[in-house]
């Protein structure tokens, strides 16, 4: 049963004479532990109808780059083979995917479609449901905890989420029954403009992409995610707590790309957590994270109209930057400069070389190299600018709420005040003295240094 909880109808009409019923995937891109795939399925053995999988593939989602959509079709090539298997087809269509779901959609019984919370998602599903012919659902599975029922206002900061989430997690805890297909929709015949992604390069370059960032050496889709999550959990997850800040020891899982496409279930990560055999603080601390962290940025994203600007920080701290913004800078780079790593701090080099080359900065940097942006800017504004304006370019996992959130963060966002100093004002400062106290950060940045020959 997938909890009422996580269903919303966008869109109440009576169910329509149609062909099949349709799921529009969108955010939950796999095939498995999937609470919107399911349900669609549900409905459409009780009507013993054909159930259809589209997805629309726009090439211009904001700040979306080709490292991002060749991340992005590997997941998608899988998707649609492991559907395959389960008698399911998948329709890939080019085009703006709230009007491409409208074209398929004439011919559905009803329209299922899964939930994100990001301004374009919001917008799409509003379009669709304004127009659509047929009963339209949305089910909530990108999180554990459904975001309205964590919480009906924008949180302060983790504290204030933990209990509610700590709260529910029975509820909403539990695992995914994978229903068997009562009628396969594979005989349906192809549609129009269907894409073939058998050959991922050859789709590459028909789309109309921005090129200017390479993609990385690292494979998308539900299985690559699925082993990485196994190795993690065997060699990494017993001493994550421990080691997690460290970025000369990657002790992170790196599951963020995965998650950010959909391409892994949250609630899949939180069961293979919990039933590894390793200390509970090793779990808790994981959990921590993956639930309360990462839901308290969908809280952020969803509650606050303007998360991607300054304005999403709280009052004390925008007055606090603003008081400070003419403060002298010992150091102040432009965006060229920092985008090319042209600083006179080798460790913030080594972050931005690090997520340029590979997609992905160690967790602990981030907020290093946040924090200095904003040392080193002509003002915070400016700052926040350039931080998520890079952090959305290179990052694999990027235009994520969590990029949002942790942007913020390093500007005041879910945090206290601290005592006031200048440029940060009361905002929390970070420098490089303690990070060097804790972490033998030269063999992080000589580890670095060995990918660098392909710099940029
Ligand atoms: C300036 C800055 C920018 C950031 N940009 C992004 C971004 O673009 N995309 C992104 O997913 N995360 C971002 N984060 C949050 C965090 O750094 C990453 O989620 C984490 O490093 C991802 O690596 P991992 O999957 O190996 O993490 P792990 O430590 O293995 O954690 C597992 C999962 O927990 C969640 N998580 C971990 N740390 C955080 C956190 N601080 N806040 C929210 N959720 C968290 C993520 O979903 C992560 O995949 C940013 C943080 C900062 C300070």
């Known amino acids: 049963m997938i909890p009422q909880e996580r269903i919303r109808c966008l869109k109440d009409l009576p169910p329509q004479e149609g062909k099949y019923v349709l799921y529009w995937m969108q955010a939950s891109q796999r ?3 999937n609470h919107a795939l399911e349900y669609a399925l549900l409905c459409a053995n009780e009507r013993r109808k054909p159930f259809l999988v589209f997805f629309g593939l726009t090439d211009r989602f904001p700040e979306a780059n080709l490292r991002h959509y060749r991340f992005m079709l590997e997941g998608l090539q899988e998707t649609q083979r492991t559907l395959k298997k389960r008698g399911i087809k998948m329709v890939v269509r080019h085009g703006s995917p709230e ?13 299922v479609t899964d939930r994100g919370y990001l301004r374009i998602q919001r917008q799409w599903r509003t379009y669709v449901a304004e127009r659509i012919p047929c009963p339209f659902f949305e089910v909530e599975s990108e999180v554990i905890v459904p975001v309205e029922r964590a919480s009906s206002h924008e949180e302060y900061g983790a504290y204030t989420l933990r209990p509610k989430i700590k709260r529910l997690l029975p509820l909403f805890l539990k695992s995914i029954e994978e229903k068997k297909v009562h009628r396969p929709s594979l005989f349906l015949p192809p549609f129009p403009g269907e894409l073939d992604l058998s050959s991922l ?3 590459l ?11 990385v050496n690292l494979r998308g889709g539900t299985e690559r995610a699925k082993e990485q999550l196994a190795e993690f959990v065997t060699e990494k997850l017993p001493l994550y707590h421990t080691k997690r800040n460290d970025p000369s020891e990657n002790y992170l899982s790196g599951m963020s790309p995965y998650l950010h496409f959909g391409q892994i279930s949250p609630l899949y990560i939180a069961f293979e957590i919990q039933r590894a055999e390793c200390p509970d603080l090793a779990k808790e601390s994981y959990l921590e994270e993956l639930i309360v962290r990462r839901e308290l940025a969908m809280n952020f994203v969803f509650y606050h109209p303007h998360y991607d600007s300054f304005l999403a920080l709280p009052s004390w701290a925008q007055e606090t930057l603003l008081t400070h913004a003419q403060d002298r800078r010992t150091y102040l780079y432009h965006l060229e400069e920092l985008e090319k790593a042209k600083t006179h701090d080798s460790l913030w080099n080594a972050a931005q070389k690090e997520m340029v080359l590979t997609g992905k900065m160690h967790g602990y940097l981030r907020m290093y190299w946040g924090k200095k942006i904003l040392e080193w800017s002509k003002d915070p504004e400016e700052a926040f600018r350039i931080a998520l304006y890079l952090n959305n370019k290179y990052s694999l996992d990027g235009r994520d709420p969590n990029s949002f959130a942790g942007v913020a963060w390093c500007f005041g966002k879910h945090d206290r005040a601290f005592p006031e100093r200048p440029i940060f004002g009361k905002v929390r400062y970070m420098g490089k003295e303690g990070l060097q106290r804790k972490f033998p950060l030269s063999s992080y940045i ?5 990918l660098s020959h392909d710099f940029p």
């Open 31 to 33: 095939a498995e532990w």
């Open 99 to 111: 009007k491409g779901v409208l074209e398929v959609a004439q011919d559905a019984v009803l329209c």
């Open 201 to 203: 390069d050859e789709l």
């Open 205 to 215: 370059t028909q789309l109309d992409l921005d090129r200017s960032v390479s993609p």
């Open 446 to 450: 000589e580890r670095v240094a060995r």
